[in-house]
């Protein structure tokens, strides 16, 4: 038998987040402890109001399925009575760590990887007012891969901005839905004027189909627009690249199918994050091993993180170690 322990936690973020739909000063996170036997297995989610979460809902989801759990429930037929998001995320990656503890066998093996390695996480700017960010980029200038919010109208500006504050960093920037038919061609020139790598979710999700018919000279990536494989095919003729998250796509399992769909279909592929601690970041960090584009800021961003913790020097992150997760 098993015991199931969930626990919510809130972390303050340094300086705060802002993004096109709102800012906040905490990372609300929900944790999930499967014990079984002398070993326990552990896992975080950050619930999401853009998907209609929040920690009550996720908390009620996990109790729903407590009984299942306690008595064996495993990650393949999770898979089918638990619906994408946060709390299968949480749930599915307590199993993986459990399962990597119970085996002997770190979850990177189990996972079909053959070795870590380090990888360069993106730097995250939020969005404001032209000044402010070309001074966060300034301060962030020696980062080699700078991922900057951005709030629609006016973002022109933004990512001049900050490309002359951060003249020699790689920039991708991020829409989240914020732009239209009054703004898009005039921010997509800038990006291009700017060098900028790869834009996220320019259109909101559901309204943008005429992605299909627009010039592209930079890459788009599917954000809110992508949270499961079932998503990738229909979304093909109008993004060049994706932004998979273990929170959307709900765990681990799901996103390594995810990763090798998407590169079927020609994909670029960007692993992405909320804004958690190192414990989201662990699991998300295996895809990063084979992806174009790492964004696993989560624990950068805030005040302090969990520890044990990932080593982060600089922007270069370091795998996991067993004692964090896997």
Same mark, same amino acid.
């Given at each position: 038998m098993r015991t199931i322990e969930i626990n919510t936690e809130s972390?303050?973020?340094a300086g705060g987040f802002a993004i096109s739909r709102g800012s906040r000063t905490h990372a609300q996170v929900l944790t999930v402890k499967i014990t079984q036997g002398r070993h326990t297995g552990w896992g975080e989610c950050v619930p999401y109001a853009r998907y209609n979460e929040s920690l009550k809902s996720v908390t009620g989801q996990i109790e729903a399925l407590r009984a299942d759990l306690e008595r064996g429930l495993g990650r393949k037929d999770l898979q089918g009575v638990m619906a994408s998001g946060a709390a299968r995320? #949480?749930? =599915?990656?307590?199993l993986w760590d459990l399962e990597a503890k119970t085996n002997g066998k770190p979850a990177f093996q189990a996972a079909g990887l053959t070795a870590m390695h380090a990888v360069t996480t993106a730097f995250t700017l939020s969005v404001g007012a032209?000044? *402010?960010?070309?001074?966060?980029?300034?301060?962030a200038a020696e980062r080699p @891969?700078?991922?900057v919010k951005l709030g629609g109208q006016g973002d022109d500006e933004r990512i001049a901005a900050v490309r002359e504050s951060a003249p020699d960093s790689t920039l991708i920037v991020d #829409?989240?839905?914020a732009w239209d038919d009054s703004c898009f061609h005039a921010n997509m020139a800038a990006c291009l004027k700017a060098g900028v790598d790869l834009i996220e979710q320019p259109l909101p999700a559901g309204k943008d189909a005429a992605l299909a018919e627009m010039e592209r000279p930079v890459v788009v990536c599917a *954000?809110?627009?992508l949270h499961t494989s079932s =998503? @990738?095919?229909s979304l093909r003729d109008r993004y060049d690249a994706v932004n998979i998250k273990l929170d959307k796509a709900g765990g681990l399992t799901e996103v390594l199918a995810m990763q090798q769909q998407a590169r079927a279909l020609g994909y670029k592929v960007m692993i992405g994050c909320m804004v958690g601690t190192s414990l989201a970041m662990a699991p998300a960090a295996l895809i990063a091993q084979d992806a174009d584009f790492v964004d696993l800021d989560g624990p950068l961003l805030l005040a302090k993180d969990r520890q044990p913790g990932l080593k982060f020097v600089g922007s270069?992150?370091?795998p996991p170690d067993a004692a964090l997760w896997g």
């Open positions: 972390f303050e973020i995320n #949480a749930v =599915d990656c307590a032209p000044e *402010d960010m070309a001074e966060a980029a300034r301060k @891969l700078l991922k #829409a989240n839905e *954000d809110e627009s =998503d @990738l095919e270069v992150l370091y």
